[in-house]
């Protein structure tokens, strides 16, 4: 079974499809890259995924849990708020620029989801949270507040503050493009330890030379539409489609 | 008439004075933010309604406002007025005239919050409540503190308008000791005891506006 699977997804803003039948599964374990030109729909896709945007068509599901059908009547119908609220705890979103909460200290962004959302004992998620503080190489920034760290290391805030709902799968918006280069590394390497323990990843990103490495399957979409998809030594190494060669040139350009 | 005996007669019209300022506080603070979201409902004819009402507080006089809600209850209703009336309809009107105010600030706050908190929260899995006071209201009371300060600072001197009313706070006081007395000082006393709580206030206000500058966004 898949972890996360969304069937023929499509969606409009105002008359602009922007999803024109999108279908990808992600089974356990696997990391998945998309790649494609702007305003292609990568960013919109991961958006209907994790609900912060309603399909117009088509059906979405986390393992067991169906968060969205396609009706009879060809439009998407989403379950109750609780089923939603179920679906949400299946899944964690690192957005591009971090959105941390800037009023909070490290520790509690992190801590602070589990012990609200979650209900979860204090003395459990703090154990977490400072085994996550540590495995993102954040160790003494515990009592920081945001504004006190570099991007890289908000990244990784963000990261953490993702992973101590402990999700099935997390999606990743283009998690380095708000960054200097230099910060860029620091928060890839987190990303490919992650994908060494078997963690589930969906991730919107244009480091090519990132997503050839670490993804085990890369899907590239353009128009609403995924062009081609596959291995991601064959998609970026020898791409099939026209587009596709076209895109990687202009990238590698 | 000594200046003793005046600067004791003034303080018991600012001890008036002050218990305006706070009920005024205690009532307009709080009511402002179900104002404030009102005035941002995903109804037409809801928005539309708070906005006539904020409008009507700020484009009229207060000393007009305290008039009509004072005389309403008799021209309207045939309610009998009482030798309190005064006091709560200057009360009543302070109160809902700087909601008003307070609302448009606390909109402000509300809406320079950017949407990727909501969104981070939201996939969090926080409730739209919790989004709202752990998330979003912290925040907006930081971001809001200076434009508060100006309005508590300008409702320190706008007390002096229920002396309209014939409220007997210290303006009053030192209108009626400057005709007594043929001497322009209980005015320079009044000026003095204003300014001096303001200064409280505004060292008050700096103080919280520090204790929320651990962190800036």
């Known amino acids: 079974m898949s972890v996360v699977s969304i069937q023929d997804a499509r969606k409009a803003f105002g008359g602009t499809e922007v999803l024109r039948g999108i279908t990808l599964e992600v089974p356990r374990g696997e990391v998945v890259a998309i790649i494609g030109p702007s305003g292609g729909g990568k960013s919109t896709l991961l958006r209907c995924m994790t609900l912060l945007e309603r399909l117009d068509g088509g059906s979405l ?7 969205a059908e396609q009706g009879a009547d060809g439009r998407t119908h989403y379950a109750k708020p609780d089923v939603l609220k179920q679906a949400r705890g299946c899944f964690g979103l690192v957005f591009q620029n971090y959105n941390l909460f800037p009023h909070y200290t490290v520790l509690k962004n992190i801590m602070d989801a ?14 977490q949270a400072r085994e996550l503080i540590a495995k993102m190489g954040l160790a003494g920034c515990e009592d920081k507040v945001p504004c006190q760290l570099s991007g890289g290391q908000q990244q990784r805030v963000s990261i953490a503050r993702a992973l101590a709902l402990n999700p099935e799968v997390l999606f990743f918006d283009e998690p380095t493009s708000a960054l200097d ?10 990303i490919k330890a992650l994908a060494a323990e078997q963690m589930t990843m969906v991730v919107v990103t244009h480091e090519m030379g990132f997503a050839r490495e670490v993804a085990d399957r890369v899907v590239f979409m353009d128009g ?9 030594a064959q998609v970026i190494d020898t791409p099939r489609e026209q587009r596709t060669r076209e895109f990687l040139a202009r990238m590698d350009g | 008439m000594t200046i003793q005996t005046m600067f004791q007669m003034l303080g018991e019209g600012f001890f008036v004075s002050l218990q305006i300022f706070a009920f005024t506080l205690l009532g307009a603070l709080p009511l402002g933010i179900p104002v404030a979201l009102l005035r941002m409902s995903r109804f037409k004819i809801v928005r539309g309604i ?3 009402y904020i409008s009507i507080m700020r484009g009229t006089p207060l000393m007009l406002q305290m008039f009509a809600i004072y005389f309403a209850p008799y021209y309207v209703f045939g309610i009998q007025l009482t030798p309190n009336s005064k006091w709560q309809a200057t009360i009543v009107a302070f109160i809902i005239n700087y909601a008003a105010y307070f609302a448009e600030i606390y909109r402000s706050g509300l809406q320079s919050i950017p949407r990727g908190q909501y969104e981070a929260a939201e996939v969090l899995g926080y409730s739209r409540l919790q989004t709202f006071v752990y998330i979003v209201l912290p925040q907006v009371v930081k971001r809001i503190m200076p434009a508060i300060g100006n309005e508590v600072i300008t409702l320190v001197k706008d007390t002096s308008l229920a002396f309209a009313i014939g409220v007997g706070e210290m303006f009053s006081t030192a209108k009626a000791l400057v005709a007594s007395q043929v001497s322009m000082i209980p005015f320079a006393i009044a000026a003095a005891i204003y300014w001096v709580f303001n200064f409280l206030v505004e060292v008050t206000l700096g103080r919280i506006e520090k204790k929320l500058d651990y962190y800036h966004d």
């Open chain 1, 114 to 127: 589990p012990l609200r959302v979650q209900k979860r004992p204090r003395a459990e998620v703090e154990a």
């Open chain 1, 181 to 190: 280069p230099e910060l860029t590394g620091e928060v890839l390497r987190v």
């Open chain 1, 224 to 232: 609403g539409v995924i062009v081609e998809e596959g291995p991601a």
């Open chain 1, 61 to 67: 599901s986390y393992g067991e849990v169906i968060a």
């Open chain 2, 50 to 52: 708070t906005r006539f």
